[in-house]
């Protein structure tokens, strides 16, 4: 029985790139550090995401690094891809890459901003209590 290559991982988004590839295609192409311990150095995936005829996952994530943004908390889910290439020592080095196939902005450190073109938006709003309840809608 096989089972579904799924991952879903959280760290810090950075170095972006938008490419085009040779089909006109654009895609994101990136790497995500994730934070293991105070005794261990920080690990990285290589990451990338698609524009396809469902969404436009790279062109929204490029979006969100706008305006001086270098790196985004993130929640990525996708599909792990492992492979391997040789160095100039003659070694096999192993390589892992994230396939997006959903992102979402973590706020578990604190509040993030988001610009894009002229709009800012905060991540996590200033929450407003409801005060409007009509008789028996009340939750308690």
Not at 40 to 68: H, M, P, Q, S, Y
């Amino acid at each position: 029985m096989a089972f579904p290559n799924d991952i879903t991982i959280s760290g810090t988004l950075c170095n972006v790139e938008m490419k085009q590839a040779q089909s006109g295609n654009f895609y994101l192409t990136g790497g995500l550090k994730v934070y293991q311990g105070k005794e261990k150095d920080a690990g990285w995936f290589d990451v990338i995401a698609f524009n396809n005829e469902r969404n436009r996952l790279a062109d929204n994530l490029a979006d969100c690094f706008t305006a001086g943004t270098k790196s985004l908390p993130v929640i990525l889910k996708g599909k792990l891809e492992q492979g391997s290439y040789e160095n100039q020592e003659g070694k096999t080095v192993k390589t892992y890459k994230i396939i997006i196939d959903e992102a979402a902005i973590s706020v578990v450190f604190g509040p993030v901003t988001l610009n894009s073109g002229s709009d800012t938006v905060q991540a996590t709003p200033n929450p407003v209590a409801r005060t409007d309840y009509s008789e028996g809608e009340a939750p308690f």
